[in-house]
């Protein structure tokens, strides 16, 4: 069976970012995926500095590369911040890269992320493609832009506009087809 893992780039209580991970994992399992849904705050990792390197490597790090490799697909929703990417989806792709093997090499990627804005992240998606692509990764080519948010989601948290329904479906299949565990 095709396995997922889901995470997103913003911990905040009433994220937005989690409620596109959570919308992605509700498709995903309605594809015959098994998905794993994670919270990056449950993986403590200092801000990444090379003299913590090799003593000092924090546990968490091999933890959430461990999980990385061990799925088929990889789901990151991210926040954008001043036109990038947040700080702690830096740190964490900073801390997976040293890693062996690579954690980036094995699942497939998508992206997304939920603005205010109209350009729902796109700036910070277009970071986060660039740099999983040079550390190796397979990012499908669907980019799943959110925004504005005000209208994307209806209160129970389903999405509410069509245009973004069709932006999951098409990435589903996408990550579906592309991924090792292939449905």
Do not use: C
Request: proline share 5%.
């Amino acid at each position: 069976m095709t396995t997922a893992l889901t995470l997103s780039g913003s911990i905040r209580t009433g994220s937005l970012n989690k409620q596109l991970q959570h919308a992605m994992d509700a498709r995903l399992r309605a594809a015959g995926v098994a998905v794993s849904t994670i919270s990056l705050a449950d993986f403590e990792m200092p801000i990444f500095n090379e003299d913590l390197e090799p003593d000092n490597v924090p546990h968490a790090a091999g933890q959430l590369a461990d999980l990385f490799r061990s799925h088929d697909i990889v789901f990151i929703a991210t926040p954008e911040y001043n036109g990038g990417l947040p700080p702690l989806i830096v740190n964490t792709i900073a801390w997976l890269s040293r890693q062996k093997p690579s954690p980036f090499r094995h699942a497939v990627f998508g992206i997304g992320g939920v603005s205010s804005g109209r350009y729902g992240t796109i700036w910070a998606q277009s970071h986060l493609r660039d740099s999983l692509s040079k550390i190796g990764a397979l990012v499908v080519p669907t980019l799943l832009g959110v925004g504005p948010a005000s209208s994307a989601f209806a209160e129970d948290g389903s999405v509410a506009e069509k245009a973004v329904d069709g932006k999951i479906d098409q990435m589903v299949k996408e990550l579906t087809h592309f991924s090792r565990g292939g449905i």
